[in-house]
Structure formats: structure tokens, C-alpha cells
């Protein structure tokens, strides 16, 4: 008896938790620094502008747009091979210049993706319980 193969599922820590929790709320959420009035992301133990471990997990609008991209047509784990191919993005939040997710952008051809395409949030719920946030091309 065959099953298809999961793909890796996160492992939520005392540092990613909130990013995970607020997906299965439905929310993309980054770190704040208030001092340095920064997002900040990857999730991070201490600001790495001013060294505090005063972070705040904030929701945020899940609007950004395709800072880049690429075409996935190998599947790295057995879990992918049905997704192919895929396309894994970063994307710019649209809260703060530099402020980077990647991601994979779901609901596109590759062949319509462009530089600066204006990308919404979605969610994907992997597994009971583990919700994972993706983007999409923005419907206008
Ligand atoms: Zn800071």
C-alpha cells in the first residue's frame, strides 16, 4: 500500500511561534522592533539593528509585490512531486522597503510573473493545525 509523501511540515519554536500562529488565525504577522519602529523578518531573537529582545508580533496587510522568483521543476523531497513545477518567491511586504518573505507564489503562470507584480496572501493548510502562508497575483 503506497501513501504520497508529505512535504516538510514547519517546527514552530519559542522564536517562530508567533509567525505560525497567527497563519492558522488566517494572519501574516512580522516582528516589530518599536524601538528602532522597524519590521523585522526572519523571525529573530534580538533586533539586529538595536540588540533588544523587546519584538512585537504584528499583523500586517499580507499586500507586497515580487521582489523575485524562481521556477522549481526538480522536487527536492518526495512530498513536492506533485506540485511541480512550483514557484518560490520573495516577496517585498508592502509595509517596509526590504521587509523580504519567500515564499511560494501559488495560483500563477510562471510566464506572468514579472518584477514588482502586486501579490496578496493566501493560506495553504498543509497538515491539521499547520497553516502556511503563500502569495498570489492580486486581483484588482
Ligand atoms: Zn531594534
Not at 3 to 30: F, H, N
Not at 38 to 57: E, G, K, S, Y
Not at 82 to 93: K, M, R
Amino acid at each position: 500500500m503506497s501513501q504520497t509523501p508529505l512535504k516538510p511540515l514547519p517546527l514552530p519554536d519559542d522564536i517562530t511561534s508567533g509567525y505560525w500562529e497567527a497563519a492558522r488565525a488566517g494572519q501574516l504577522a512580522v516582528q516589530y522592533c518599536p524601538g528602532c519602529a522597524r519590521h523585522v523578518h526572519l523571525p529573530v531573537d534580538t533586533c539586529p539593528c538595536c540588540d533588544t529582545t523587546d519584538l512585537q508580533w504584528r499583523t500586517v496587510s499580507g499586500r507586497g509585490t515580487l521582489y523575485s522568483y524562481t521556477v522549481v521543476h526538480d522536487a527536492p523531497a518526495p512530498g513536492f512531486a506533485d506540485s511541480l513545477p512550483y514557484i518560490v518567491g520573495v516577496v517585498e511586504l508592502a509595509e517596509q522597503a526590504g521587509l523580504l518573505v519567500t515564499t511560494n507564489v501559488v495560483d500563477a503562470d510562471p510566464g506572468d510573473l514579472r518584477i514588482g507584480l502586486d501579490l496578496e496572501v493566501t493560506f495553504d493548510e498543509l497538515a491539521p493545525g499547520t497553516v502556511v502562508p503563500q502569495f498570489r497575483p492580486r486581483k484588482a
